[in-house]
């Protein structure tokens, strides 16, 4: 019954999807964080299939490449795109962590934001164009499981000053377990795996399997230049790397597809 109802919180704290909520308890924040890699694999699913259709039917990848980062941000309500656009602005100010993280809390954005907003959903879109049409679903769902694995690393517990309390961040910080987050880890890994063999050989598992490390590896880096430049993490935080670690797993595919003879 635990893992539904992790499911349930996830889809109604992280989309806009008519889930009924329950009563909340302290417990669902963090199961919610951990199931929302699954969520991210649903809807990479979903809005792959999506764009493919799209993408046969009006024969331009551009525009069912287009439809799927819109419907994409329309179900989760742009939420992680806001988040990645407000800790540019907080970056971006160069100032002290503490006003850098206030300017993060305004509800404009200002010039870094739209730069870094623009800049990331052209990179997510032209890399997905780059990839054939086909395997969208499988792609898509690659980045968005391995993006919203991200978070659970800034959920273990770490040396920083202390989440503002009622945020994201104070009710899951330290309520992960590191073998939470590797066990995580190695259930993508493997269900990558098997399923990027199954459908692309074993081409298709090596070159999946290292744009999520290689991904994972550049959040790890952001997530630590985040705590060293503001302290602490927070809900934008996440927000942040799940944006830039979901575009580097499209980012790296597309670069070497071809090469690697899958197109």
Not at 13 to 33: A, I, S
Not at 50 to 74: E, K, N, P, V
Not at 199 to 225: D, E, K, P, Y
């Amino acid at each position: 019954m635990r893992p539904l109802r992790a499911m349930l919180s996830a889809l109604a704290m992280y989309t806009w999807l008519p889930v009924t909520k329950h009563d909340w308890q302290d417990r669902d924040f963090p199961d919610g964080l951990v199931a929302l890699s699954w969520v991210g694999a649903l809807l990479g699913v979903f809005v792959g299939f999506l764009g493919w259709g799209i993408a046969w039917a009006a024969d331009s990848r551009f525009l069912g490449a287009a439809l799927a980062l819109a419907i994409t941000a329309w179900l989760t309500g742009a939420m992680h795109l806001d988040g990645l656009a407000d800790v540019a602005d907080g970056l971006g100010s160069r100032k002290p962590a503490e006003q850098a993280r206030a300017i993060m809390k305004q509800s404009d954005i200002g010039p870094m934001g739209v730069v870094s907003l623009v800049s990331v959903l052209l990179i997510e879109l032209g890399a997905i164009t780059a990839i054939p049409a086909a395997t969208w679903p499988l792609i898509l769902a690659l980045g968005m499981i391995a993006g919203r694995v991200t978070p659970l690393a800034g959920a273990v517990t770490r040396p920083g000053a202390a989440p503002v309390p009622g945020s994201l961040s104070a009710l899951v910080n330290g309520k992960i377990q590191p073998y939470q987050l590797w066990l995580a880890r190695a259930v993508v890994l493997l269900a990558a795996g098997a399923v990027s063999w199954a459908l692309l050989g074993w081409r298709g598992l090596l070159s999946c399997t290292a744009a999520i490390l290689i991904a994972w590896l550049l959040a790890a880096l952001w997530q630590r230049h985040l705590l060293r430049r503001l302290g602490r993490l927070n809900g934008d935080c996440f927000g942040s790397l799940i944006e830039l670690t979901q575009a580097s797993v499209w980012l790296v595919l597309a670069v070497v597809w071809k090469g690697i003879g899958l197109g």
